[in-house]
């Protein structure tokens, strides 16, 4: 994948943590630079690709989707959540989960895809 067609995202943000593969779905890169332009502010991804031994999926009774390349999840808290929230609906994500407690650096939002390619996972929103 050519890094250089996004002027703010590097592989090093989507890379898994745990194994250092970066199998991210170009289109979801794609959706969050546009998002990125349109806003004009920083977006900080969390968690991208995770490979099927990273330590958060091996707990799961199936892989995540982060596993496909089809999600991440975009730090945000307050009223950025919400503002992020309503571009990501009208940017046509419809698996969006909401993590909003604790410190916020570590408050995000769950960004999908993998519905839109007919992929093993249903349409959703949901907190954690």
């Known amino acids: 994948m050519d890094w250089s067609a996004w002027e703010n995202w590097s592989e090093k943000e989507f890379a898994c943590t745990h194994c250092g593969k970066c199998e991210v779905l170009p289109e979801l890169v794609d959706m969050l630079q546009e998002i990125r332009s349109k ?13 099927a031994s990273h330590p958060v999926e091996v707990t799961k009774d ?5 596993t496909t390349g089809f999600a991440c999840d975009v730090i945000c808290h307050g009223s950025r959540a919400v503002s992020l929230a309503k571009l990501f609906l009208d940017y046509g994500v419809t ?3 909401f993590h ?3 410190t916020p650096s570590h408050r995000f939002i769950h960004v999908g895809l993998a519905d839109k390619h007919n992929n093993r996972f249903a349409s959703a929103m949901w907190t954690y």
Do not use: A, N
């Open 39 to 51: 806003i004009g502010k920083p977006m900080f991804i969390s968690s991208g690709y995770r490979c």
């Open 62 to 66: 199936k892989p995540g989707e982060h």
């Open 95 to 97: 698996r969006i989960g």
């Open 100 to 102: 909003q407690k604790g």
